[in-house]
């Protein structure tokens, strides 16, 4: 884990709040494994407020044109505060505080690479800023990843042309139907598990809370794992302030408190309390 002070390369505006903010690092972009997150403070002086950083699930690595080897970390952005707000209206040049990487990256199990094996990578809204690398590692182990995306409308799909790209194949929803299917997007993914039963299918989460206490469901249902990348407020990112617990229970069964930071972001979806989110 390294704490740099970095500068804002780029900053691209999206629509609907968000932004993709490109930061210089190197040492940070080389060390990322897709699933992990940096922690970000909103300003160049540490002292400046809000205090505490902000987690940001890193989008995607970028490599240096000459040389090819990773040189920044793409971060998406959706401007709800103070300080989501700071980092919106950066502009190139400006500096701010990055630690990280942090986190429990995604796993991909050995038996996977089977041929046969499907991952579904399942995102709502901003929780598609975990997927893109993952979608690249399960790709370069010839692993067949498909992207299921929802949001509420047209404007919350970000940056899925960056899968489209990839030659993923993707399935698309949105609640008011203004883009794709209308409804959640746990139902094009229960339909395509069940026409591929025969299949292996793991299943990759990252959105809001409901979205993926039902991919969970759809995992009990139909006997396929789930690994879901879990979102919380974090106060120091180390562990010890315990300000961003979930509740779960251990291979007993019995109770215990996951610290996201630490024990997360990414944890199979089976051992959460998806009755209890977190604060």
Known sequence: MLDKKLKVKEIRDLGARNYLLTLISPEQARLTRPGQFVMVKCSGDVQDLPLLRRPFSVFDIRNNPRT????????????????????????????????????????????MQDRKHTACLVAGGVGIAALLLLARELISLQITPLLFYGGRHLADLVLREHFEQLGIETFYTTEDGSYGERGLVTLPLERLI???????????????????KACHEVSVRHGVPCEVSLEARMGCSLGACMGCVVHAWDQRGEDQYLRVCLEGPVMPSGIVDWNTPPL
């Open 68 to 111: 090819g080897k990773p040189a920044g970390l793409d971060i998406l952005v959706k401007n709800v505060g103070a300080g989501t707000r700071r980092l919106a209206e950066a502009r190139p040049g400006d500096e701010v505080h990055v630690l990280g990487p942090q986190g429990v990256p995604f796993r991909i199990p050995g038996s």
């Open 194 to 212: 069940k026409a591929r039963s025969r299949v292996g299918v793991h299943i990759y989460a990252c959105g809001p809370w409901s979205m993926m």
